[in-house]
């Protein structure tokens, strides 16, 4: 079955930034929206950043104007840039996608900002 594979996370200091990239493990098409989810310790899971085919974008607004969201539709991949990254941004993050009849998860990679 279709599965989500993030990579990118790491540590970084607060200021730094990181790329994550999210790619499906088998061929998968009809992705009308993807985007990344984030969970830290003894919080739920909160929408960070969405994109749909055409290119339009929702940001968290604890995010708006440090990340960006984007997408290679060839590849059905999604990308979320991350700077001026704040020790609040430490979490699991997660790559959704949504088929129009299913949603799809990554297994998570770890983002933390030191302070």
């Known amino acids: 079955q279709v599965q989500l594979v993030e990579s990118g996370g790491g540590l970084v200091q607060a200021g730094g930034s990181l790329t994550l990239s999210c790619a499906p493990s088998?061929?998968?098409?009809?992705?009308?929206?993807m985007g990344w989810y984030r969970q830290a310790p003894g919080k739920q899971r909160e929408l960070v950043a969405r994109i749909t085919r055409g290119g339009n974008t929702n940001y968290a607004d604890s995010v708006k104007g440090r990340f960006t969201v984007s997408r290679d539709n060839a590849k059905n991949m999604v990308y979320l840039q991350m700077s001026s990254l704040k020790p609040e941004d430490t979490a699991v993050y997660y790559c959704n996608a949504d088929s129009g009849t299913a949603f799809y998860w990554g297994q998570g990679t770890q983002v933390t900002v030191s302070s």
């Open positions: 088998g061929r998968i098409f009809s992705l009308n929206v």
